[in-house]
């Protein structure tokens, strides 16, 4: 279910191109995040004025908010060349990124993707580069085995992760900037759609685009990709012009309701209110029940139904709200109040 899933916050293979003719190259293109940019651009300022790299930027939050694009704007605005791109799980030891190091510039933005997925091992190899723009690399092995030291030019790492509480102590605490990414507002997703549509020649009635950023999940990789469907339905099914009701019916056959919900979120729901009572339910009981694995629901189903009020976390596990049951049109049944037992005496 989850495999071509529209409203998928990850990244799809092919979509890196797409996306890179919809994304902003300045600060001041930028929409939405205003405490980040805001933070960003004193930053950047600040390190011209003094002719020197960045300090290191953490980047953390959901899937989809922008970690990627401000990792190119940053370049864009500091050196004016593409930032250098790998990802945790591609460096599986030392010597991989032993060969991006040592082929840096000067101020060169170095951005890793998922920098909490990245092995031990490659994690402590890469402390003396952030610290000394330096690196220990043994040459041969065994016996014969020899260190040698690299100094590196000095650059920036900007680090990217949807599971901060993943990263180490030690790694966090060498990043100079830790910058937390929100969910968008309505508001700005609508003037990211504006953007995007003048960008894909796409002409949209009055209140349309916002009824997509309705829909969008509070991220504008989902409202862009959203776009497009609409986009696609509008010049074959009706005359190339959005309305309200040519996005009605193109995102009912995505199965996107007013809310941003679609067929793996009303299913989890689903089981979490008539399998489990409405909870609380563990998470992997949640997964075996409906045939996904837990990481699937934890990254893309769960962060948008705590958002929305539909779900909240107690020690016991997740619960469906109130709110969950009115939107799905299921009964409400109050969870029942467990009384603690009243004390017994010594005479009963």
Same mark, same amino acid.
């Given at each position: ?103 840096? /510039?000067? #101020?060169?933005?170095?951005? @890793?993707?998922?920098?909490? +997925?990245?092995?031990?091992? *490659?994690?402590?190899? =890469? ?77 949209? /009635?009055? #209140?349309?685009?916002?009824? @997509?950023?309705?829909?969008? +999940?509070?991220?504008?990789? *989902?409202?862009?990709? =959203? ?84 779900? @909240? ?36």
């Amino acid at each position: 279910m989850s495999r071509d899933r529209i409203l998928t916050t990850q990244r799809r293979e092919g979509e890196e191109a797409a996306d890179a003719t919809l994304r902003p190259k300045t600060l001041a293109e930028m929409i939405g995040q205003k405490s980040v940019i805001e933070k960003l651009h004193i930053a950047i300022a600040a390190a011209k004025h003094r002719g020197e790299p960045l300090e290191h930027i953490l980047l953390d939050g959901p899937p989809g908010l922008g970690k990627t694009t401000l990792a190119h704007v940053v370049a864009a605005e500091m050196t004016n060349r593409p930032p250098r791109i790998t990802s945790g799980p591609a460096l599986t030891k030392p010597a991989d990124l032993m060969a991006l190091l040592t082929n840096l /510039e000067i #101020g060169d933005i170095f951005f @890793i993707d998922e920098v909490h +997925r990245l092995p031990k091992v *490659v994690e402590e190899f =890469l402390y003396p580069a952030m610290e000394d723009f330096r690196v220990d690399f043994t040459i041969e092995g065994g016996l014969n085995g020899r260190v040698v030291n690299f100094a590196l030019r000095r650059f920036t790492l900007i680090g990217a992760t949807t599971r901060a509480g993943m990263l180490t102590g030690a790694m966090r605490d060498r990043f100079g900037h830790n910058l937390h990414l929100e969910f968008y507002s309505v508001d700005d997703l609508s003037r990211i759609l504006r953007r995007s549509a003048a960008k894909i020649g796409v002409h949209a /009635e009055d #209140g349309t685009l916002e009824s @997509i950023a309705h829909r969008s +999940r509070g991220t504008p990789r *989902v409202a862009n990709r =959203l776009l497009k469907r609409v986009r696609d339905y509008a010049q074959v099914r009706a005359d190339g012009m959005l309305t309200a009701q040519v996005v009605r019916d193109a995102l009912e056959i995505q199965q996107v309701d007013a809310l941003g919900l679609d067929e793996l979120d009303r299913a989890f729901l689903k089981t979490l209110m008539k399998i489990y009572q409405g909870g609380p339910a563990g998470i992997e009981a949640l997964a075996a029940s409906m045939g996904q694995e837990r990481d699937t629901l934890e990254d893309m189903v769960e962060p948008f139904l705590l958002q929305r009020g539909f779900v @909240i976390r107690t020690r016991q596990g997740r619960q469906a709200t109130e709110a969950a049951y009115a939107h799905l049109g299921i009964p409400f049944v109050p969870p029942p109040v467990h009384q603690k037992p009243a004390e017994q005496t010594l005479f009963e």
